[in-house]
Antibody, heavy 117, light 105 residues
Framework: QVQLVESGGGVVQPGRSLRLSCAASGFTFSSYAMHWVRQAPGKRPEWVAVISYDGNNEYYADSVRGRFTISKDNSKNTLYLQMNSLRREDTAIYYC??????????WGQGTLVSVSS | IVLTQSPATLSLSPGDRATLSCRASDSVGSYLAWYQQRPGQAPRLLVYDASNRATGIPARFSGSGSGTDFTLSISSLEPEDSAVYYCQQRRNWNTFGGGTKVEIK
C-alpha cells in the first residue's frame, strides 16, 4: 500500500536550516510529482512546493521562494525539503503528498518543525 | 484567490444530510478539491476537479459547482464523518479555505 513517512523535523532557531525527508513506498515514486504542504497548529493547510516526477521542474509558494528547495531522489524513493533562513512563521507540521490528477491525493502523517529561540 | 467556507461549524445527527459551501473570490473554473481532516490526522482527498470522487471515497460524498461557488454534500452522515473539511483551489497557485467543522451529535 502507499506509504509516505516524513522525518527531519525538530526545534530550530530562527535563521538556521533544516532538511526534511519523505520516504515513499508502495508505488512507483519516479512516476509521480510530489508536494510539500504545511499546517500551523489550528490553522488551514498552506501549500509549500511541488516538484515534477523527474525532478526537472519546481514551483514554490511566495512565502518560501528563495529560502526553501524541494528535490527528489528517484533512486532512493525519497523527497526532500531543504529549508534555509527559517522564520518563526515557518512553524508547522510539514506533510509530503503524492500528486494524482494534479492534486495532492495521498499525504504522509507529517513532521513537526518548530522555529524558536 | 481567497476561498471562504461556510458555515464554520455544522452540528448534525447521524443519517442527516450535510451541505458545505466554498466560495472563491475569483473564478477557479473546476479546479477545486475537498479534503477531510480528522483530529490528529493528515488531510485526505475526497473530491477533485469539483465533482470527481477520489479513489476509495464512499459514494455518500459528492461535490458540485463551478466558477466561484462550490458545494460538498454528505448524503447520510456517519459518526466517522466528524472532521474538519477544507476546500482547495489550484487555478491560481494553491490556496485552502478556512475549513468547516462537522460535529456529529
Amino acid at each position: 500500500q502507499v506509504q509516505l513517512v516524513e522525518s527531519g523535523g525538530g526545534v530550530v532557531q530562527p535563521g538556521r536550516s533544516l532538511r526534511l525527508s519523505c520516504a515513499a513506498s508502495g508505488f512507483t515514486f519516479s512516476s509521480y510529482a510530489m508536494h510539500w504542504v504545511r499546517q500551523a497548529p489550528g490553522k488551514r493547510p498552506e501549500w509549500v512546493a511541488v516538484i515534477s516526477y523527474d525532478g526537472n521542474n519546481e514551483y514554490y509558494a511566495d512565502s518560501v521562494r528563495g529560502r526553501f528547495t524541494i528535490s527528489k531522489d528517484n533512486s532512493k524513493n525519497t523527497l526532500y525539503l531543504q529549508m534555509n533562513s527559517l522564520r518563526r512563521e515557518d512553524t508547522a507540521i510539514y506533510y509530503c503528498a503524492r500528486e494524482v490528477s494534479s492534486w495532492p491525493d495521498y499525504w504522509g502523517q507529517g513532521t513537526l518543525v518548530s522555529v524558536s529561540s | 484567490i481567497v476561498l471562504t467556507q461556510s458555515p464554520a461549524t455544522l452540528s448534525l445527527s447521524p443519517g442527516d444530510r450535510a451541505t458545505l459551501s466554498c466560495r472563491a473570490s475569483d473564478s477557479v473554473g473546476s479546479y477545486l478539491a475537498w479534503y477531510q481532516q480528522r483530529p490528529g490526522q493528515a488531510p485526505r482527498l475526497l473530491v477533485y476537479d469539483a465533482s470527481n470522487r477520489a479513489t476509495g471515497i464512499p459514494a455518500r460524498f459528492s461535490g458540485s459547482g463551478s466558477g466561484t461557488d462550490f458545494t460538498l454534500s454528505i448524503s447520510s452522515l456517519e459518526p466517522e464523518d466528524s472532521a474538519v473539511y477544507y476546500c482547495q483551489q489550484r487555478r491560481n497557485w494553491n490556496t485552502f479555505g478556512g475549513g468547516t467543522k462537522v460535529e456529529i451529535k
